[in-house]
């Protein structure tokens, strides 16, 4: 039971090309998460999907799309790399709208991506 | 927009000792989760407390919920340099919607 698997865990981009990050889960969990963690600001949410087929926007969705491809994907894409996109990103699943009252995130390893 | 806050930021305590990371929020919440982060590694989910009051307790750390004043602690007890982490507290608004706070760096020292 792998639980929540990210690739790739390390990335260097030039300012301007293009990537997707691919974030897979063997859990049966309806909802999945995509974040970005900076140094001194936590986690932040940039989009999410509460089942296969919708997305809905999070904190911080500019410069970035996503793809809820079935139940077990949820892919992280970006167009065009700036810089400021430099972050750790990370992705989690829930159980959330299962009949479960809470809402626990598990996380995948983290995808490290520096834009230069 | 809701918004998080931790303090402290930083926390460097010697082993045996107690201390209380702090976690406010700024709107109403269903549940509030505690989390933990080792350096370089992913989060791993410590707490969920669902209602005021709610206390929650595992090992040295415990958990409390006071949802008038919108405040969270995390308290340690007798700290051990095992717990050295990164510890998250998070709100979530209408089920999916996530806020984290900042972060409390903690480093237990001998």
């Known amino acids: 039971n792998a639980g929540v698997t990210q690739t790739p865990k390390f990335q260097v981009l030039k300012t301007g090309q293009s990537m997707t990050l691919q974030c897979a889960q063997d859990?049966?969990?309806?909802?999945m998460y995509w974040y970005r963690q900076d140094p001194g600001m936590g986690l932040r949410l940039i989009y999410y999907s509460a089942s296969e087929g919708t997305t809905d926007k999070g904190e911080v969705p500019n410069g970035y799309n996503v793809s809820r491809l079935n139940k077990r994907e949820f892919s992280l894409r970006l167009e065009s790399a700036a810089p400021s996109q430099t972050s750790v990103y990370f992705c989690?699943?829930?159980?959330w709208g299962q009949g479960i009252a809470k809402n626990i995130q598990y996380f995948g390893a983290g995808t490290r991506l520096s834009v230069l | 927009e809701l918004k998080v806050e931790q303090n402290p930021l930083f926390l460097s305590m010697q082993e045996g000792k107690n201390y209380t990371i702090y976690c406010n929020y700024s709107?109403?919440?269903?549940?509030l989760y505690w989390y933990r982060q080792d350096p370089g590694k992913s989060l791993e989910s410590l707490f969920v407390l669902l209602s005021n009051g709610a206390v929650k307790q595992e090992g040295r750390l415990m958990a409390s919920l006071d949802t008038k004043a919108r405040l969270s602690t995390l308290h340690i007890t007798a700290a051990v340099h095992d717990l050295s982490a990164t510890y998250f507290c998070?709100?979530?608004?209408?089920?999916?919607?996530?806020?984290f706070g900042t972060g409390t760096s903690l480093t237990v020292i001998p």
């Open positions: 859990m049966n969990h309806n909802s």
């Open positions: 709107t109403t919440s269903d549940r």
């Open positions: 998070a709100v979530d608004k209408g089920g999916n919607q996530f806020y």
């Open positions: 989690a699943s829930s159980e």
